[in-house]
């Protein structure tokens, strides 16, 4: 039972704007710790998205962004493209666990 | 370039123990704090357990507290996972995933996972 509350699922054309909220609360997101993004494609490793609410890594293309406020995250794709299929799942520190925790993941559909 | 090779990973019944490897090359290990991760079937990520680059450091989570040991070895590059007392709901691909040197929590590099499945 994860913390930080996502949509399970989340579809548009390509080339359409998608975004995924994560939902936390004052032990976590609310109390100002950081939020990190990340894909998995099928059948393989997590892949850092998004650092820091906001930052990409190198290479990361500019059709990702992250947004934080109050006690929730998002994340938003715009131009979206096949090779984007793939889950999503965000992340924070939360204090009353003391524990990284991650939210319940998003599948993104390209249609 | 960053690698992490996993190894380790099978099949062990319930009750047993396990050891999964994390080996690293491409950065200064003994300066990253790293981190185990594990992904049970059709679910999502769950976090398991914490390193500091020295080793001095160590946090777990409350579903693997007082059964799971992490551990390091710098002089081998090695990162180390020591499962016991297993469960079925242990069962899960477990990822060593690397700390971004400035911004906490945050994994830059991941594993290629290894599948641990406790069963009889």
């Known amino acids: 039972q994860s913390v930080l509350t996502q949509p399970p699922s989340v579809s548009g054309a390509p080339g359409q704007r998608v975004t995924i909220s994560c939902t936390g609360s004052?032990?976590?997101?609310?109390?100002?710790?950081?939020v990190h993004w990340y894909q998995q494609l099928p059948g393989t490793a997590p892949k850092l998205l998004i650092f820091?609410?906001?930052n990409r890594p190198s290479g990361v293309p500019d059709r990702f962004s992250g947004s934080k406020s109050g006690t929730s995250a998002s994340l938003a794709i715009t131009g979206l493209q096949a090779e984007d299929e793939a889950d999503y799942s965000c992340?924070?520190?939360?204090?009353?666990?003391?524990?990284?925790?991650f939210g319940t993941g998003t599948k993104v559909t390209v249609l | 370039e960053v690698q992490l090779v996993q190894s380790g990973g099978n099949l062990v019944q319930p009750g047993g123990s396990l050891r999964v490897s994390c080996a690293a090359s491409?950065?200064?290990?003994?300066?990253?704090?790293m981190n185990w991760v594990r992904q049970a079937p059709g679910k999502g990520l769950e976090w398991v357990s914490y390193?500091?680059?020295?080793?001095?450091?160590?946090f777990y989570a409350d579903s693997v507290k007082g059964r799971f040991t992490i551990s390091r070895d710098n002089a081998k590059n090695s990162l180390y996972l020591l499962m016991n007392s297993l469960r079925a709901e242990d069962t899960a691909v477990y990822y060593c995933?690397?700390?971004?040197?400035?911004?906490?929590?945050?994994?830059?590099?991941w594993g290629q996972g290894t599948l641990v499945t406790v069963s009889s």
């Open positions: 820091g609410n906001t």
């Open positions: 491409g950065f200064t290990f003994n300066t990253y704090n």
């Open positions: 992340q924070s520190y939360d204090s009353t666990l003391s524990a990284y925790v």
């Open positions: 390193i500091s680059g020295s080793g001095g450091t160590i």
């Open positions: 004052s032990s976590n997101i609310g109390a100002g710790y950081d």
């Open positions: 995933a690397r700390e971004h040197p400035v911004v906490p929590a945050a994994l830059d590099y």
